[in-house]
C-alpha cells in the first residue's frame, strides 16, 4: 500500500529533531555534519538565532495578509536587494521553479511590450536544471525528467554549455532571450566560464535580448560573493533567487531592471503566499548577516580552504575522485565510482553530502560553517573515502 506520505522521494533513512550550525540530530540522537544545507538552502546553517529570533516574532505579530495591502517587511528585503545588485525592481515568490517561471514570463511579456510577440523562445543550456513545474522543465530539457508529462512547454531551445558558437547558431527571430545558471548546480558543479558570461551579456546586447540567470542555487552568498556572476564583472537583466534566500524559510526572487520589471503590470502575475510578511522577515534576517562587513569575504575565504583540502583529498584517492570544481561553498567531486556509493560512505561516518548530475559529489555547506567544521568534514570525507577506495581494490583483486 501507498505511503501516506507520498513516496516521490528515494530518502535515506534519517529524520533530524534538531541542528545547531552545520550540525543536525536525529530523533535517535546521532549527530550529523550536514554539508548540503537541505539542497545549499541553510545558507544560516540551523538554528541561527537572528534568522530564529526574526521569524518568531513577525510570527506572533502577523504572518500573512496578501498582496492585497502594502508589506512593509517586503518592501524593505526589495529596497535592500536592489541597493546591492543591478536590479531596479523585485517580485517574491516560495520557490525556484516559481522565480524562474517568474522570470519566463517577464522575458516574453516584455519582448510582447516592446511590439515583438513572435519572439518567445528562450535558449537554455545542457545540463541545466530550472525547476519541476512544467516550463521550467521544458527550460530544463532533461527528457528523463520530462517523461510521460505530456506535450512539453514549447518555446526553449538548448546548446551546450560554455560554447559561444552554439549560443550564436542558436539565436533566431523568435529568440527573446537566454537563462543561464552561473555555476550549474543540479547538473554537477559546472561554473560558467567569466569570458561566456561576458559573451552571454555582448551578444545579448547585439541583438537586444534579454540575459536571465538562474542564481537560485549559485546566488545569496554561496560563491563568495552575494551573486556568482559578479565574478565575471556583467550583470543580467533579470535574475532569480530562492534557496538560500530565506535561510531555508520558503522564499524566491525576481530581480529585473526597470525596462523589464515593468512588464509584469497589475493582473499580469502574482502569487497568494509570495512575499508575506513572514517571509520578508526571514529574508531580512539572512540579508542581516549575509552583508555583515567580511561575512561573504570569509565564505570566500573558507571556499578556498575546502577548496584546497578537497584537492589534497582527491590527490590522495585517484580511485574515488576524478577532479573538485565549483565556486566558495558550493563544490563538487567528479567521482570514480558511482557518486552515490561515495555519499552513502559520508553518511555512514556522520558527513551529510549532495550529488549532482555528471556522477558529481556536491558539498555545500552552511556560510556559516566554521574552520573546526571544515577541518572535520574533511577527516570524514577522508575516511569515508579510504573505505570506498579499500572496497574498490578488493572488488578488482577478487575478479
Ligand atoms: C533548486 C533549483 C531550482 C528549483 O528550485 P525549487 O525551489 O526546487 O523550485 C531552480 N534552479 C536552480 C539552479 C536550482 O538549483
Redesign the pocket.
Known amino acids: 500500500m501507498i505511503s501516506a506520505l507520498l513516496p516521490n522521494y528515494a530518502r535515506a533513512d534519517l529524520a533530524f529533531e534538531r541542528g545547531e550550525g552545520a550540525w543536525l540530530w536525529t530523533v535517535d540522537g546521532r549527530r550529523f555534519l550536514d554539508f548540503g544545507s537541505g ?2 538552502t541553510a545558507s544560516l546553517g540551523h538554528a541561527h538565532p537572528h534568522l530564529v529570533k526574526a521569524i518568531a516574532e513577525q510570527a506572533a505579530k502577523v504572518m500573512h495578509t496578501s498582496n492585497l495591502y502594502r508589506i512593509p517587511q517586503a518592501e524593505r528585503l526589495a529596497r535592500r536587494l536592489v541597493d546591492v545588485t543591478f536590479a531596479d525592481s523585485v517580485f517574491f515568490c516560495n ?4 522565480a ?1 517561471e517568474g522570470m519566463i514570463k517577464m522575458m516574453r511579456r516584455a519582448t510582447s511590450d516592446a511590439g515583438k510577440p513572435e519572439r518567445y523562445r528562450v535558449i537554455c543550456f545542457e545540463g541545466a ?4 513545474t512544467l516550463a ?1 522543465l521544458a527550460a530544463t530539457g532533461n527528457p528523463h525528467y520530462l517523461e510521460g508529462f505530456g506535450p512539453v512547454v514549447d518555446g526553449f531551445d538548448h546548446v551546450p554549455f560554455n560554447n559561444m558558437n552554439a549560443v550564436r547558431d542558436a539565436i533566431g527571430p523568435q529568440t527573446c532571450g537566454i537563462i543561464v ?1 552561473p555555476v550549474q ?2 547538473g554537477g558543479i559546472r561554473p560558467a566560464d567569466l569570458q561566456f558570461l561576458r559573451d552571454l551579456r555582448a551578444v545579448c546586447d547585439e541583438y537586444d535580448i534579454i540575459l536571465g540567470m ?1 542564481e ?3 546566488g545569496m552568498g554561496r560563491s563568495g560573493k552575494l551573486f556568482a556572476h559578479e565574478w565575471s564583472g556583467i550583470a543580467p537583466d533579470i535574475m ?1 533567487s ?2 538560500g534566500i530565506g535561510g531555508g524559510f520558503p522564499l ?1 526572487a525576481v530581480l529585473a531592471t526597470e525596462r523589464y520589471a515593468k512588464a509584469l503590470k497589475p493582473g499580469t502575475h502574482g502569487t497568494t503566499f509570495g512575499g508575506n510578511p513572514l517571509a520578508c522577515a526571514a529574508g531580512n534576517a539572512v540579508l542581516d548577516v549575509m552583508l555583515e562587513p567580511g561575512f561573504l569575504e570569509d565564505v570566500e575565504r573558507k571556499g578556498r580552504v575546502l577548496r584546497g583540502e578537497l584537492d589534497a583529498v582527491a590527490r590522495d584517492f585517484p580511485s574515488v575522485f576524478a577532479e573538485v570544481r565549483g565556486l566558495g561553498l558550493l563544490l563538487g567531486l567528479k567521482c570514480v565510482v558511482p557518486q552515490g556509493q561515495v555519499q552513502a560512505a559520508c553518511v555512514a561516518e556522520g558527513l551529510l553530502a549532495l550529488t549532482a548530475g555528471d556522477n558529481v559529489l556536491r558539498l555545500a555547506p552552511p556560510l556559516v560553517v566554521t574552520d573546526s567544521d571544515i577541518a572535520e568534514g574533511v577527516a570524514l570525507l577522508r575516511r569515508a573515502a579510504a573505505k570506498v577506495a579499500a572496497a574498490a581494490s578488493s572488488k578488482a583483486a577478487a575478479q
Open positions: 539542497i545549499a520557490s525556484g521553479a516559481e524562474n536544471f530550472h525547476g519541476r521550467t545558471e548546480g543540479e538562474d537560485v542555487q549559485s532569480s530562492a534557496k524566491g
